[in-house]
C-alpha cells in the first residue's frame, strides 16, 4: 500500500514537472513578445501613443487603464475581463472577438505563440511568477 502510494506520488511530482517544461521559455516569450512591443509597455503609468501599458492585465476590465487616452467606445464598453481565456481570444483575432476595437494588429494565429505572450505577461506585471 506505502509502495503504491509512493509511486502514485512520484507520478503526480513526474506529471508537474512535465507541465512546468512546457511553460514557454524566455526566448520563445521573448520573441512572441516582439510583436506587440512597438505599441505595449508592461510597466506601471507607462502607456504609449500607440497602445496602452499592459501592466496588470490578466484579471482587469477592458479599456480602464487611465493613462491611456485613446481607448475606442467598443474597447472601453466590451465589458471584457481579460482572463487569460479572454486574452488567447483576443490575440488570436482582435476583430472577430471585439468587433469595433481598433488595435493595429491582425492577429496571432499560431497557439504556441499566445501562449508564449500571455507567458510574457505574467511575468511582467507584478503578479508573482
Ligand atoms: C500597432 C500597435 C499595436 C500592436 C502591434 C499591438 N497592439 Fe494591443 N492595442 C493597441 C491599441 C491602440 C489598443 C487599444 C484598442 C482599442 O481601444 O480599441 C490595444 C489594446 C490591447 C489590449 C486591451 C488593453 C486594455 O487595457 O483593455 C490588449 C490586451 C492588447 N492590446 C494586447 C496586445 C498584444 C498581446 C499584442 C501582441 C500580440 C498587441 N496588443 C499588439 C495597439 C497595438
Known amino acids: 500500500m506505502l509502495v503504491n502510494a509512493v509511486s502514485a506520488l512520484m507520478g503526480a511530482l513526474l506529471m508537474a514537472g512535465a507541465v512546468q517544461a512546457q511553460e514557454p521559455?524566455?526566448?520563445a516569450q521573448n520573441r512572441a513578445w516582439?510583436?506587440?512591443?512597438?505599441?505595449?509597455?508592461?510597466?506601471?503609468?507607462?502607456?504609449?501613443?500607440?497602445?496602452?501599458?499592459?501592466f496588470g492585465i490578466i484579471g482587469a476590465p477592458a479599456g480602464i487603464v487611465a493613462d491611456f487616452k485613446s481607448f475606442s467606445p467598443a474597447m472601453k464598453n466590451s465589458g471584457v475581463v481579460w482572463s487569460e481565456e479572454a486574452l488567447d481570444k483576443f490575440i488570436a483575432k482582435p476583430h472577430t472577438f471585439m468587433p469595433g476595437n481598433t488595435m493595429p494588429f491582425s492577429g496571432m494565429p499560431r497557439e504556441a505563440d499566445r501562449k508564449a505572450v500571455i507567458a510574457y505577461l505574467k511575468s511582467h506585471n507584478g503578479l508573482k511568477k
Open 25 to 27: 521559455d524566455a526566448a
Open 34 to 54: 516582439g510583436k506587440c512591443k512597438a505599441c505595449h509597455a508592461t510597466d506601471a503609468n507607462a502607456s504609449r501613443n500607440e497602445g496602452p501599458t499592459l
